[in-house]
């Protein structure tokens, strides 16, 4: 009995010895491990109501990713589109160039044939008409004709020409060539 009753006390002894030390921020390991589990239960939030706000969060955030995406595949597709339809006016206008420049080509063509034409056809007059109709032509066109004839029937048709046009086609000859 003796036995049980130092037991007691011992005991005591250290309940008390641990709410005095306690009392005094001298914590035992084991009070420490109890108040900090206690501690950490009164802090933690409510299991259901954090979690269920932070995936209802999440859930609108997620809708919202979702949305976006969808309206910039939207847009992608938009801009495909004109993407799509500028390459095919492009395409369609390099067409048209390429049919221009032909065209272009062939009047160019046909006024070399016309103009080589009007050259024989000033070639073959007897140098006094074509001096004659050579003044009534403008300097521009009179260089273009006197320079594609040989030098001797334009020499011919220049000494023929008043003194005055025939300095001033001479000038723009030269500078012509």
């Avoid at 024989?120 to 403008?138: F, T, V």
């Amino acid at each position: 009995m003796k036995g049980k009753i130092a037991a007691v006390i011992l005991a005591g002894g250290a309940v008390g010895f641990t709410l005095f030390s306690g009392w005094y921020g001298l914590s035992t390991p084991l009070v420490m491990a109890s108040q900090s589990v206690e501690e950490k239960a009164a802090q933690a939030p409510a299991p259901g109501a954090d979690e269920k706000g932070l995936l209802a969060a999440i859930n609108r955030k997620e809708q919202e990713v979702i949305e976006r995406e969808g309206e910039l595949l939207k847009k992608e597709e938009r801009l495909n589109v004109i993407k799509r339809d500028i390459e095919a006016r492009l395409a369609e206008l390099k067409k048209v160039h390429q049919d221009i420049e032909s065209l272009v080509k062939k009047i160019n063509e046909a006024d070399d044939e016309r103009f080589k034409k009007i050259v024989k056809i000033y070639e073959s007059m007897s140098p006094e008409e074509a001096a004659s109709r050579i003044e009534g032509l403008d300097k521009e066109m009179a260089v273009m004709i006197l320079s594609s004839m040989s030098e001797r029937k334009a020499a011919k048709i220049l000494g023929l020409v008043d003194v005055r046009k025939s300095v001033e086609l001479s000038r723009d000859f030269r500078i012509k060539k």
